[in-house]
C-alpha cells in the first residue's frame, strides 16, 4: 500500500512530466519549422522574402516574395474579426443576461455545436451558397474574394468567441447580481456600466482566441478565396493566405527543394506574425489592467 | 531546484527525440505481410480499388506466390503528392511510390537504382461550360492562344474574339506545384508564368465543378473527369489535334502527363506480383474505369 503521501509524489511527477512533455512538442515544433526554413534564408534574403511581391517558386526565374500573401492573411483576420466580434458581444450579451434563464444552456450548447462543425464543410457551404450569391450580387465573374473568406471565417471565429465572452460576463454578474435586483437597477443599466466594462478582460481574450485561430484557419478559406497571390486592394479582390499557399504547395514541393524550404519559411513567418499579435494583445493588456494585476 | 530538474530533463527529451529523428528510416528489408505506397492523390484512388480487388482475390501472400509468407494481404496507399511519393522511397517509408509526372532529375538522382514502370495516361483537357461563348465559336485553341489567356495578356473575352462579351476571363488551374499544373506550364506556359489572377482550385473535382458553374471561365480538366461531364463541358483541341483516346495513348496529343509507379533498386517479390496484377487484364480495367487510359 502506497501512503496518501507517495500517492501525492508520484501524482506531482506524473503531471509535472505531462507538462513538460507538451512544452516539448512546442518547442519541437518551433525548432523543426525553424530548422526547416533557415535554408530558404540562405537564397533570399529575409527582407526580399517578406517585401517582396511575387511568390514564384517554379518558376524558370524562380521569386520568393511573401508580402502579397502575408497582406492576404492579415486583411483576411482583422476582416473576419471586424464582424464577428460585434456580434459575438451582442450574442454573449443575450446569452449570459437577457435570455430566460431555462434557454441559457441551450443556446450555449448550440454555439459550441457550431465550433465543432468541420471546417470543409463551412468551405463547401461557402462554395456552393456564398460565391454564387457574390457573384449575382456583385455582378463578378466568379465570387473567389476576400469577402467570401471574410465572411466564412466570421462565421468559424464566432462560437469561440461567444463561448469565452459569455462566460466572462457570467462571472462578472454573479457577486452584483443580487445587490442589482434589489436596488431595482434596469437591466440594460446594469448590462452598461457592469458587464460591458467588467467583461473586458473575456472579450480580450476572445479576440486573441479568434485572431489565433482565424489567422491558421485553412480548408474553408482556400475554398473561397482563389488563391490568387494579389494584394488585395477592394473586398471584391482575390487572395492567398499563408495557410493557403502551404497547403496547396507542399504536397507537391520536393523534399530538400528551394521550393520546400520556401513552404516551411512562409509556415515560420506565419507562427513569428502570430507570436507578435499574441504578444502585443499582451502588453495591451497590461498595460489596461495595470502593472500585475490580473 | 525543481526547476534544474525540469530544464535537465528538457534536454535530455531533446536529445533522445533527435537520437530517435535520425534513426528511423531504412527498415523495410523484412517483409510484414503491409505492402505501402504512397504518393499522387490522382493515381491513390485507382490504386487502392486494385489493392482491393487483389487482396479480394488472392487472401493472403503466399497464394500469389509461394516464396511470400502466409499473412494477410495488406496493401496500404497514402497519398500526399507526387513528390510525396518519391520521398517516401527515399525515406524508405513506403516500397513504392505514385507519380503523376516523371520523375525530376533531382529525385532520380538521389536513389540509387531509380526504377519506373508506366502504367497508364493521364490527359489534360482545355475545357470551357458548355454556355461559354468560345466553346460556340471555335472547336480549336492553338497552344498560343492559350498562353495569351493564362498569362493575363488577355483578360477579357472580348479580347480574343470580338464576339465574345466584355467580361472577365476566370481562370481556373490547380495548384502551381502539382502535376497536373507541371504538364500544363511545361507543354503550354513553357517559360510564361500563369497569371497571378488565375485561381487555384485545391483539387481537380472541385476545379471541373467550378467549370461546370460558371460560364465565364476556362481551365484545364483531367480526362476521367471530363469524361464524367461530357455533356456539360467543351473541350477544345490543341494545336488541331483532338484529344481522343488514339490521340493521347500515341503520344500525339501534347497536354499529358504519365502515371507511374517508381521505386529504388530491385523489386522484391511482393512488389513484383502488386506491379504484374496492375499492369494484367484485371488492373488495366480498373484503370480504364477511374478514367485514365492504361498502358497496352
Known sequence: ?294 | MYRKIGISMIFLLLFVVLLVGCGDGNETSDFDGELKLTGSSTLAPTISTIADAFAEEYGTWDQVDESLPEEEISISVATGGSSAGAKAILDGTAHIGMMARNAKDEEMDAMENYQEVKIGIDALLMAVNQENGLGKLKQDLTKEEVRRIFSGEQSLWSEVSGDLPEEEIVLLVRDVGGGAHGVFQDVIMEDEDVTEKAIEVPSMSGLVERLIGNEGAIGYASFGVAEQYRDDLVAFSIDGIEPSEENIISGDYPLSRPLNLVWDGEASTEMQVFIDYIESEAGREIIAEMGFLPME
Open chain 1, 1 to 294: 500500500m502506497l501512503t496518501n503521501h507517495k500517492k501525492e509524489k508520484v501524482f506531482t511527477t506524473m503531471v509535472r512530466f505531462m507538462t513538460i512533455v507538451v512544452l516539448f512538442i512546442l518547442v519541437f515544433i518551433i525548432y523543426f519549422i525553424l530548422k526547416e526554413s533557415l535554408m530558404i534564408f540562405q537564397q533570399v534574403s529575409l527582407k526580399d522574402f517578406i517585401f517582396g511581391r511575387e511568390w514564384r517558386p517554379l518558376s524558370v526565374n524562380p521569386r520568393f516574395g511573401l508580402f502579397p500573401i502575408i497582406i492576404g492573411t492579415l486583411s483576411l483576420t482583422s476582416g473576419a474579426l471586424i464582424w464577428a466580434l460585434p456580434f459575438s458581444i451582442g450574442t454573449a450579451i443575450f446569452i449570459s443576461q437577457v435570455c430566460p434563464e431555462q434557454w441559457r444552456r441551450g443556446l450555449r450548447s448550440l454555439t459550441d455545436l457550431m465550433a465543432g462543425v468541420p471546417s470543409v464543410i463551412y468551405g463547401f457551404l461557402g462554395v456552393v451558397v456564398l460565391l454564387p450569391a457574390i457573384e449575382s450580387i456583385f455582378g463578378q465573374s466568379s465570387g473567389d474574394s476576400l469577402m467570401a473568406g471574410i465572411i466564412v471565417l466570421g462565421v468559424m471565429i464566432m462560437p469561440f468567441m461567444i463561448s469565452i465572452i459569455a462566460e466572462s460576463m457570467e462571472s462578472v454578474v454573479r457577486p452584483y447580481i443580487g445587490v442589482s435586483k434589489s436596488l431595482g437597477v434596469s437591466k440594460w443599466y446594469m448590462i452598461r456600466r457592469l458587464v460591458l466594462p467588467g467583461a473586458w478582460k473575456g472579450i480580450f481574450a476572445g479576440v486573441v482566441l479568434g485572431t489565433s485561430r482565424a489567422m491558421g484557419e485553412t480548408m474553408a478559406v482556400m475554398m473561397v478565396v482563389g488563391n490568387s497571390a494579389l494584394i488585395p486592394e477592394t473586398l471584391l479582390d482575390r487572395i492567398k493566405p499563408i495557410t493557403s499557399l502551404i497547403a496547396l504547395e507542399i504536397g507537391s514541393a520536393p523534399v530538400n527543394s528551394v521550393h520546400y524550404h520556401g513552404i516551411f519559411g512562409a509556415g515560420f513567418v506565419l507562427l513569428m506574425v502570430l507570436l507578435l499579435i499574441n504578444f502585443a494583445f499582451y502588453r495591451i493588456r497590461r498595460k489596461i489592467s495595470g502593472e500585475g494585476s490580473m
